[in-house]
């Protein structure tokens, strides 16, 4: 109680100014905790991206991402930007290098480069340059070789289908060593059924339609075991024909990849005599092979000695 209505009133307002004041304090310890909470939340969540933006730059093989990470979080961890710088300063080493073997043109250096920086976004274009390399040297070659070589290299390259019409042009013009096992095989059968007097083996070896037969146009098969008969004759104890696989071979494409052959060679004939005696003559020899390995042309001229 009051001892008077003055007392009264300066006990109310003192009471008022005790009241303001706990209400002043709690507000701001609100706040206070508030903020503090609100900070928390601000420095968790910068927190968070900046993490996120580290992990990103990490992963990415682009450095203008790497040196954005580095400008934006000034007051990252230091670990984290010291792996950002890191990984920076790799990808520099990577385009200085890769300057070096652009400036060499070397297919070494480019292959040494891949060896050396397989995941380098410039391994691509290294690949690029090797390949164009070696398709370089394959066509200024010419050869079946190096067609060949390039296309076992590369079988993915981007030359591949210019290699394959390259090897189609050069089978059709170069002969190789197939080719010439396939025409002497040919003619040893011919040799071999002649010598056999071997009338099924003879008419083997030639193509039923013949275009020149000993100078004669559009023979037969059985020209040609007429022939044999013909040189069989009755003085004759035994006869040896053999190719001196002097070998002239031309060939000519006349389907995909068919072939027709044609051949100059010279050949032996060895005759023994039923008295006993023998002869040799040697004969030039003009051909036609077709793609079947059948022989088309035959002629004949003796080599005088």
């Known amino acids: 109680m009051c001892g008077d209505e003055s007392d009264c009133k300066v006990n109310q307002k003192a009471s ?20 503090a909470v609100l900070y928390a939340f601000y420095r968790n969540a910068q927190s968070d991206k900046e993490e996120s933006a580290y992990e990103f730059a990490l992963s990415s093989n682009d450095p203008q991402v790497l040196q954005n990470y580095l400008n934006t979080y000034t007051d ?19 385009d200085r290098d890769w300057t070096n073997v652009v400036v060499s043109g070397s297919k070494s250096d ?27 040297r394959a066509d200024a070659a010419n050869t079946l070789e190096a067609v060949q070589l390039y296309l076992e290299q590369h079988p993915d390259g981007e030359h591949f289908d210019e290699a394959t019409d390259k090897m189609k042009m050069l089978n059709a013009n ?7 096992i396939l025409v002497g095989t040919v003619f040893d059968g011919l040799f071999q059924s002649l010598n056999n007097r071997d009338e099924n083996g003879l008419m083997n070896s030639f193509s039923p339609l013949i275009a020149k037969f000993l100078g004669k146009a559009n023979a037969t098969r059985s020209d040609v075991v007429t022939f044999m008969h013909k040189i069989y004759k009755s003085d004759v104890a035994s006869m040896n024909w053999m190719s001196l696989e002097d070998y002239a071979i031309t060939k000519k494409e006349v389907g995909d990849q068919q072939y027709e052959y044609t051949v100059v060679f010279s050949g032996l004939q060895k005759v023994e005599h039923t008295d006993n005696s023998s002869s040799e003559t040697r004969f030039r020899f003009n051909a036609k092979v077709n793609p079947d390995g059948r022989i088309t042309e035959l002629n004949m001229t003796k080599i005088l000695e």
């Open 110 to 136: 480019f292959q040494r480069y891949i060896d050396q920086h397989p995941n380098s976004p410039f391994c691509q274009i290294a690949q690029h340059k090797i390949d164009s390399i070696d398709w370089s």
């Open 16 to 35: 008022g100014l005790r009241n303001n004041r706990i209400v002043i304090a709690v507000v701001s310890l609100v706040v206070v905790v508030l903020g």
């Open 174 to 180: 170069t002969v190789t060593p197939e080719d010439k």
């Open 76 to 94: 990252a961890p230091e670990a984290h930007r010291d792996s950002i710088s890191a990984h920076l300063e790799y990808f520099a080493q990577l």
